[in-house]
């Protein structure tokens, strides 16, 4: 298993391009599967997720071509023909959004037989709301042997969903399959994240007919069959947050470009709270900070967007570490979501968890030492740390970052940081 290794104290000084959305590009990549035509994704990221539900798809008998096209990275599906909806336990446990391939399957075939994902680290992470869904949506569940069997023999018809809370994954599941149901489907209480809009403008441009973009009602009128089409896949607001984080922890100027500062507002307000200094630009924001002014502990609370990223909140979690005073963390979105506290505390945080918050008493200076990730966004908040640890720090399970940051160790390293990849240690013996 690889490792990351960061010397800390360097500054820096350059411009990071923003990939393509890794949660935007699976929901797309999901989409693939309602329509017998060519479905082309540019800006598509180059990651372990992509990459493995890709192999899910092609398992399902979709033709999957990664390229470099004109307009850079691209994927094409080609759904022609549907030869299995059968979605086994060994690949949906690996990415549990792979799960969201039922309501597709269903709603071009009547039928599909996915396995349920399993908890995870961040939480319980149930998908109740997604089977109600869908149960509304006419189909015929039954669960077996941690199975999900769904069919729909006659089609799916459109119904009126009331989401009890907010959760990204049941709405867009709900949005993949009525698409293609028979009548119309109005979903109440919707997610309205960024990706979330993406699918549903990438649906339209394949004939779907949706209104409400960007809101929590979103009312969808079903339409007998879907157009293949291009489709660029929106920045990733997540990978830019981290890197703007980045850029403030190490200290220096950076300017992210191929991206959209109005998609990471609330992080952005919190950061040039705590003196940071952040210049929206056509394509991106600059992120400046003079090392030598300690920054100031702000408090943060994880709220469904346009409120702060439980996807950034690691990050933030990493800056915090060295401001100047306590910053209060409130986590709302998932119930198991610090356990990045531990590893920062190893490098010399000073952290205190109870349930849902977190208190970071900012400490002078971090110390470089090993390890471990343990979800995707955690692994990114001890990289942003070992930038400014003294000494070395090593970064184990590099796997984790690998599934959502594409060429890391390259962006940031362009931009001064002494970081490098090391292959194939066994990172077990850390702690
Ligand atoms: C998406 O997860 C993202 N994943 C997550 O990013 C992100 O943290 C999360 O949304 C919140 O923004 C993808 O887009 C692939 P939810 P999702 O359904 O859809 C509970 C990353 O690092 N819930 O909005 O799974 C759930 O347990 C990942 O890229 C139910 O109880 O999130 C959670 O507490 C991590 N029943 C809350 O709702 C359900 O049926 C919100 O989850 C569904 C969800």
Redesign the pocket.
């Known amino acids: 298993m690889d490792r990351i290794a960061i010397q800390g104290g360097a500054q820096l000084f350059g411009e990071i391009p923003i990939s393509g959305a ?2 935007s590009a ?2 797309l990549m999901a989409a693939s599967i309602l329509t017998d035509q060519p479905l082309r994704l540019t800006n598509m990221p180059r990651l372990a997720d992509t990459k493995f539900l890709g192999q899910l798809l092609r398992q399902f008998g979709i033709t999957v071509t990664e390229s470099d096209g004109p307009d850079g990275q691209q994927t094409l599906f080609d759904a022609k023909a549907i030869t299995s909806t059968f979605a086994p336990y060994e690949l949906v446990r690996q990415m ?2 792979s799960f969201n391939v039922l309501g597709p399957l269903l709603a071009r075939t009547g039928h599909a037989r996915v396995s349920l994902p399993g908890g995870c680290t ?9 089977i109600d869904a869908l149960s509304r949506l006419g189909a015929s569940i039954e669960l077996d042997e941690g199975y999900v069997s769904a069919t729909a023999p006659k089609g799916l018809r459109g119904a009126e969903i009331v989401f009890p ?6 709405t ?1 599941h709900a949005l993949l399959a009525a698409v293609l149901a028979n009548g119309t489907t109005v979903l109440r209480n919707a ?1 309205r ?1 960024p ?1 979330i809009g993406d699918l549903a403008r990438c649906l339209i441009a394949m004939g779907a007919r949706i209104q409400g973009l960007d809101t929590d009602v979103l009312t969808i009128d079903g339409v007998t069959s879907l157009n293949g089409t291009d489709w660029s896949v929106i920045p990733d607001r ?1 990978e830019m947050g981290s890197y703007a984080v980045a850029a403030a922890m190490a200290g220096g100027e950076v300017r992210l470009t191929h991206a959209r500062a109005d998609l990471i507002q609330a992080l952005t307000d919190k950061m040039i709270q705590a003196g940071v200094e952040i210049t929206p630009t056509d394509d991106g924001v600059i992120v400046r900070r003079d090392p030598a002014r300690r920054l100031k502990a702000v408090d943060v609370t994880t709220e ?1 967007y346009p409120g702060f ?3 950034l909140q690691a990050q933030f979690m990493a800056l915090m570490t060295t401001a100047e005073g306590t910053s209060v963390i409130h986590e709302t ?3 198991n979501r610090f356990m990045h506290a531990p590893e920062l505390a190893r490098l010399g945080a000073d952290i205190a968890v109870h349930a849902g918050e977190a208190r970071v008493n900012g400490v002078e200076v971090l110390h470089g030492a090993p390890v471990m990730a343990t ?3 955690a692994s990114v908040s001890l990289v942003i740390a070992g930038l400014v640890a003294q000494g070395e720090t090593t970064v184990g399970r590099v796997y984790h970052l690998d599934r ?1 940051f594409e060429r890391l160790e390259e962006k940031l390293g362009a931009c001064g940081a002494q970081i490098r990849r090391i292959h194939g240690e066994d990172d077990s013996d850390g702690h």
């Open positions: 890794k949660n699976i929901k549990r959004a961040i939480g319980a992470r149930p998908v109740d709301l997604h809370f907010v959760s990204v994954g049941a867009e997610a994240e990706e997540i469904i990223a439980t996807d979105i998932f119930e979800d995707l966004r959502g």
